[in-house]
Nanobody
Framework: VQVKESGGGSVQAGGSLRLSCQLSGFTASTYSLGWFRQAPGRERVGIAAIDNDGTTKYADSVKGRFTISEDSGKNILYLQMDSLNADDTAMYYC?????????????????????WGQGTQVTVSS
């Protein structure tokens, strides 16, 4: 399984970015996909997840500003990020887990669970 994030970059506060995550070789009838982020000096945390039922879950820090979606036909996961602020500056990671739900996905950022990409940097300047 390969997981590859893209779409990061630098943006001013109030701006938007859309991250993409291409999944290759990942097939499962029950699964969850998620976005995590890690700011310098801080732990990696889950921020958005979606499962095969289409259920989504968001961390409070991004609720109402970020939207997770999936193009299952192309095996691509997206994260639309609006109203960005400096606190959103971090490395963003995509992950996929088998036999998991959106709620379970955000319970742990342990990289021993599931398949992970190398990350894409998002920098928001104020």
């Amino acid at each position: 399984v390969q997981v590859k994030e893209s779409g990061g970059g630098s943006v001013q506060a109030g701006g938007s970015l859309r991250l993409s995550c291409q999944l290759s070789g990942f097939t499962a009838s029950t699964y969850s996909l998620g976005w995590f982020r890690q700011a310098p000096g801080r732990e990696r945390v889950g921020i958005a997840a979606i499962d095969n039922d289409g259920t989504t879950k968001y961390a409070d820090s991004v609720k109402g500003r970020f939207t997770i979606s999936e193009d299952s036909g192309k095996n691509i996961l997206y994260l639309q990020m609006d109203s960005l602020n400096a606190d959103d500056t971090a490395m963003y990671y995509c992950a996929a887990r088998v036999a998991s739900t959106a709620h379970m996905m955000l319970d742990t950022a342990d990289t021993d669970f599931g398949f992970w990409g190398q990350g894409t940097q998002v920098t928001v300047s104020s």
